[in-house]
């Protein structure tokens, strides 16, 4: 299996600009989330599906955050309009059941001038 | 609400000597405990979980943990550190299944290990 996939790796905008980030979660998991990693906030849990549907969106910054997953295979996090203080590494896990350990992506780094 | 602590932020250690990276945690029912390690620019890489039995559990690298119920902590150990253990580690906990919704991983923020030639 190749593994929870993202993309982009690397992501420079403006502020003001739209950013989509994806995701392909690994075949056959159920579950996936999106989390933020910043050094002074640690990793957040921002927001994660199950069967492709929203369970806890609680995490979310703000309403220039959404999430969609329209299929078992592709996620989005969208922000817009981004602003610097969103620059961080987004990264996407995914789970195939209840007890299993999380997979997570390589990252996507978002950086926002 | 379920929390992680991981009291030091950096762990320098000697090639060749055991190495422990300290973690507590806080949460309703029996824990359901995870570490992880990120390298560099990489995503978290799981290495091993406690859900139930043998206190002490074996993993990747030759990583093992002891979960220690009284004492509410899941110490990471390895009895003989390498260079390539260098890397960011997360403790992490989840709460036993009540229903819906209830699938969250707490992190905690992480200990920088080091491991000098």
């Known amino acids: 299996d190749a593994g929870v996939i993202q993309s982009p790796r690397h992501e420079v905008t403006e502020m003001g600009q739209e950013v989509t980030l994806r995701c392909k979660p690994i075949s056959g998991h159920d579950y996936l989330f999106w989390y933020r990693q910043t050094m002074m906030r640690g990793l957040e849990l921002l927001i994660y599906?199950?069967?492709?549907?929203?369970?806890?969106d609680s995490g979310m910054p703000e309403d220039r955050f959404s999430a969609k997953m329209p299929n078992a295979s592709f996620s989005t996090l969208k922000i817009q309009p981004s602003e610097p203080r969103d620059s961080a590494v987004y990264f996407c896990a995914s789970r195939r059941n209840q007890g299993g350990e999380l997979f997570f992506g390589e990252g996507s780094r978002l950086t926002v001038l | 609400a379920q929390s992680v602590a991981q009291p030091e932020d950096q762990v320098n250690v000697a090639e060749g000597n055991p190495l422990t990276v300290k973690c507590t945690y806080s949460v309703s029912g029996n824990p359901y405990l995870f570490w992880y390690v990120q390298y560099p620019n990489r995503g978290l890489q799981f290495l091993l979980k406690?859900?139930?039995?043998?206190?002490l559990v074996k993993g990747s690298y030759g990583f093992e943990a002891e979960f220690n119920k009284s004492q509410t902590s899941f110490h990471l150990k390895k009895p003989s550190a390498l260079v390539s253990d260098s890397a960011l580690y997360f403790c992490?906990?989840?709460?036993?299944?009540?229903?819906?919704?209830?699938?969250?991983?707490?992190f905690g923020k992480g200990t920088k290990l080091s491991v000098i030639p």
């Open positions: 599906f199950n069967n492709n549907v929203p369970i806890d």
């Open positions: 406690y859900i139930t039995g043998d206190n």
């Open positions: 992490a906990v989840r709460a036993p299944y009540s229903g819906a919704g209830s699938y969250q991983l707490t």
